[in-house]
Structure formats: C-alpha cells, structure tokens
C-alpha cells in the first residue's frame, strides 16, 4: 500500500465513521478500487479505526470526563446511569463479535453486491427519521439503550452504516436528538477498541505479514484522525436538526453504483 492509497482510504474512514454512510462499506469499494488484498485492509482497517476512536475522544472528551468522574464516585447518579446504558448496548454487539463474526463474515461475505444492498437498506432507514412522525423523549432508558445496541450488533454488515442505523434507531425510538448522536459516538468507543484488541492478540494484526509500510499507516492514521474530528463535531450538529434524508439520497446513489459495479 502506497501513502497516498493510505491517505486515501485515510480520509474515507474519517468522513464515513461518524456520517451515516457505512465506513466499511466505502473502505471495502476503496479496496475494490485501489486493488488493495484482504490481507492488508485488516491491518489497514484496525490502524484507521483506532484513529476514529481517538478522534471521538477528543471532540467528546469533556463529556467523558464528566461522566468517569462521576461514575467512579460509586453512586446512581445520572451519569452512572450513562454509563450503564452504554454498557448495556455494548452486549449485543459483543455476543455477535465473540460467537458470530466468523459465521457473519463466511455467510455475507464483503463484496459489492452485498454493500449496494446494505447502503440501500441504510438509505431507508435514514429516510424512515424524516417521514415518520415520532414524539421525541427527554432521555434515553435502559429499553432504548438495548435496542439501539442490537441495531449496532446488526450493523456488522459491510454496507450497513453503524452510526446510521444507531442514530436512526434512537430517533424513531423517540431519543431527544441532541442525545443521540453523542449516545451513538460513545458506545462504540469499547467495541473498536476490543476488536483492535483482539485482531492484535489473535496475530491477525502483523505489519510485518501485511507489507504495508509504517509511513503509509502513519498517514492512514493521521488523515483519519483529522478528518474524523471534523466529522465527528458535523454529524453531532447534523443530528440536531434531524436532517438525513441528504445521506439517504447519497446512499441510494452510492448502493445502486455499487451494485452496478458488482453485478458487471
């Protein structure tokens, strides 16, 4: 892999991590494009991942202080609350990463036809937020929390954007806006970090193996990261105004190319 094919696919992860859009999708038809192995997007895709999560640390750090100052005080307060609501919609995903994703992966596969259908699907979903009239609550409860994590765990699909369908999720479920973009970015901070974890202990993680050059990740990893904090503060802003149907027309076109592209 070449710096510039790195920065590249970089700037893909960055923009597509945090909108609606499918970051592993838009990597898998940079991969197709590029002419870059499977064996390489692994390493590749757990360099750039970790810089989405960095880059979500440092736009929402306030916030996570916040909430680890208060939690670590042991008591039930708002913020612990928080807290386990995230952890709750972690386990979906969890029990789909530790006893499914071999099954997930051999079963779909990554190709284009299979991320056409799942941009499409994206597509739907976004549009559901505006066309569906939905009374917004004040915050989100420990149902909602589970529900929105079983939207994460089947967003494991290539194509099937994790922040789109979460941030979707949450909205027709009735979350306050301002809650749900936030609520999205933060949990599935652990997650990633726990695939990089054990992509890194299970040797699916060796540049070494991989031939990619550390000057080409250094640059993956920087141009995620950046693009990643502006992304990051947009969506958040985006959500506000609950304005999606902008990214359901974009994946309505980018799932029909894809498709094309897949079917030829």
Known sequence: ????????????????????????????????????????????????????????????????????AQTLKFQWNEETQYVCKILLSMIPVMIVGFCFKDKVESLFGEGLILVGIMLLLTAILLSFTKLVRFKERKNIGFGTAFIVGV?????????????????????????????????SFLMVL????????????????????????????????????????????????????ANLLWFALYCTVAGLTALIFGLC
């Open 190 to 241: 652990v997650p990633i970090l726990g695939e990089a974890f054990l992509s890194l202990i299970g040797g699916d993680f060796s540049v070494a193996a991989s031939g990619i050059p550390i000057s080409s990740l250094f640059c993956g990893f920087i141009s995620a990261y950046v693009i990643g904090l502006f992304a990051c503060r947009f969506m958040i802003e985006m959500v506000k105004r």
């Open 151 to 183: 939207a994460q765990a089947v967003a494991v699909l290539p194509g099937l954007s994790r922040s789109g369908t979460t941030i979707a999720t949450g909205l027709l479920l009735g979350v306050k806006k301002e809650q749900m973009a936030q609520f």
């Open 1 to 68: 892999m070449e710096w510039f094919e790195a920065l590249i696919l970089g700037i893909i992860q960055g923009l597509t991590e945090f909108l609606p859009v499918s970051s592993s999708g838009h990597l898998i038809i940079g991969k197709e494009l590029l002419g870059i192995g499977a064996t390489e997007n692994v390493v590749f895709e757990v360099v750039v991942h970790a810089a989405t999560v960095l880059s979500t640390i440092t736009i929402l750090w306030r916030e996570i202080a916040k909430l680890l």
